[in-house]
């Protein structure tokens, strides 16, 4: 079970206060060269400084211990953040490619040396970055989305310098334009990624890594239990599964073994630590807890 913690917040503020630092060397160097993939960068990047932003309050938040009206505490901010987050990549992602497009039909002059210095600056603060988040990523969606925003701008650094290179060479500037337009369409699916995850976690969907229909033949397969109905898995926040179900067996005798070996089940194979079963004895209506 991922628990929210003091490590992920340490993680995500020395991320945020390296995007933060580098974002205005990047911006000034977008304007002082007139290239758009440099400043399509710099707009990734501002998007990262809001997006750690929300991500940090949303850990914050999330660290806070559970009371008896609000059992899980406050854990599910941190998939609204990841919802917020995933909305503003998408707007930032339809920007880009607008402008790329403008770019493309009306292509202008870039100074493609000072671009690469700063795009080659950039990439280096995005690889900390992104490093710095990878672990804390695999545990939380929220974090995931802050590590999706600085994978982005990473990209966006790297088509920068690929974008730099070639009119250095060449001397056409059409390649910025188009090195925009190639890293705006690369991040749609893992932006799409994460809003698809993070929606059905606040739909209460089944969560993708737990199968319900294995869910079902498993207990099933518990001793003791006939039948299983009104079964429904889904999550609080990322790695938290939650269960409820009726367990049907011949006799209520057995009902304490067959909550106990359920249980067990359940958390060793599917890793659903709040589990609520209801023990019913054919058609009558007992609960054992």
Same mark, same amino acid.
């Given at each position: 079970m991922h628990m929210v913690t003091q490590g992920d917040r340490r993680t995500l503020s020395l991320v945020l206060i390296l995007t933060a630092t580098y974002l205005s060397v990047e911006v000034a160097g977008g304007l002082l060269s007139n290239s758009l993939a440099l400043l399509s960068d710099a707009g990734h990047m501002v998007?990262?400084?809001?997006? %750690? $932003?929300?991500?940090?309050?949303?850990?914050?938040? $999330?660290?806070?211990?559970?009371? &008896?009206?609000? &059992?899980?505490?406050? /854990?599910?901010?941190?998939?609204?953040? $990841? %919802? !917020?987050?995933? !909305?503003?990549? @998408?707007?930032?992602? @339809?920007?880009?490619?607008?402008?790329?497009?403008? /770019?493309?039909?009306? &292509?202008? &002059?870039?100074?493609?040396?000072?671009?690469?210095? !700063?795009?080659?600056?950039?990439? !280096?603060?995005?690889?900390?970055g992104a490093r710095i988040l990878s672990r804390a990523s695999k545990r939380s969606l929220n974090v995931r989305s802050a590590f999706l925003h600085v994978i982005s701008d990473a990209l966006g650094s790297m088509g920068a310098i690929v974008a730099g290179i070639l009119m250095f060479l060449t001397g056409i500037y059409v390649f910025d334009a188009l090195a925009s337009f190639l890293i705006g369409i690369i991040m749609i699916p893992s932006i799409w990624a994460v809003l698809k995850e993070s929606s059905n976690i606040l739909l209460e969907s089944c969560p993708s890594g737990v199968g319900i229909y294995m869910v079902k033949n498993e207990l099933k397969n518990v001793q003791g239990v006939k039948d299983v109905h009104d079964l429904h898995v889904w999550s609080i926040s990322s790695g938290i599964y939650s269960l409820s179900v009726h367990l049907v067996v011949d006799s209520l005798t057995q009902g304490t073994e067959v909550l106990r070996n359920a249980k067990q089940m359940l958390e060793d194979q599917f890793k659903i630590n709040h589990a609520t079963i209801q023990i019913e004895e054919h058609c009558i209506d007992e609960i054992v807890h």
């Open positions: 998007s990262d400084v809001g997006g %750690l $932003a929300i991500s940090l309050i949303a850990v914050t938040l $999330a660290c806070r211990p559970s009371t &008896p009206e609000r &059992p899980f505490g406050l /854990r599910r901010v941190e998939i609204l953040a $990841a %919802l !917020v987050n995933g !909305v503003i990549l @998408i707007g930032i992602d @339809i920007f880009i490619i607008y402008e790329a497009y403008q /770019r493309f039909l009306s &292509p202008q &002059p870039v100074q493609s040396l000072g671009m690469l210095s !700063v795009a080659v600056g950039g990439l !280096v603060i995005n690889a900390i």
